[in-house]
């Protein structure tokens, strides 16, 4: 069973920085993905990010690029979401998920299931 689990985020001040990760295990095919979403407050939650593990393609969401950089590290199957010039906008819950390929779709699962972490949550007063 596919397993994500998230660490990082917290208190950061508008124009800093700080990194997710998410480690992931039990993928039984070669080919995966790991998407980053988001929830605001009152708002449904979109996609930030994702990378493919198979050939390092990557995905932002107009309102992150050029200031997120997302990474894998294949070795320890883990996924970095690195958050620069942070934005009270960006404040939510970041939750990573397993895909099976990285594109700009809604979520679509990993193999006809859905494989959420827990989120971790972050916050950019104002």
């Known amino acids: 069973e596919v397993r994500l689990v998230e660490s990082g985020g917290g208190l950061v001040q508008p124009g800093g920085s700080t990194r997710l990760a998410c480690a992931a295990s039990?993928?039984?095919?070669?080919?995966?993905?790991i998407g980053w979403f988001r929830q605001a407050p009152g708002k449904e939650r979109e996609r930030v990010s994702c990378?493919?593990?198979?050939?390092?393609?990557?995905y932002y969401a107009e309102s992150v690029k050029g200031r997120f950089t997302i990474s894998i590290d294949n070795a320890k199957n883990t996924a970095f979401l690195q958050m620069d010039r942070l934005k009270p906008e960006d404040t939510a819950v970041y939750y990573c998920?397993?895909?099976?390929?990285?594109?700009?779709?809604?979520?679509?699962?990993?193999?006809?299931?859905?494989?959420w972490g827990k989120g971790t949550l972050v916050t950019v007063p104002s």
């Open positions: 039990g993928f039984i095919f070669d080919d995966w993905a």
């Open positions: 990378i493919s593990e198979s050939d390092g393609n990557t």
């Open positions: 998920a397993a895909e099976m390929a990285c594109s700009d779709s809604h979520y679509l699962g990993y193999y006809g299931k859905e494989y």
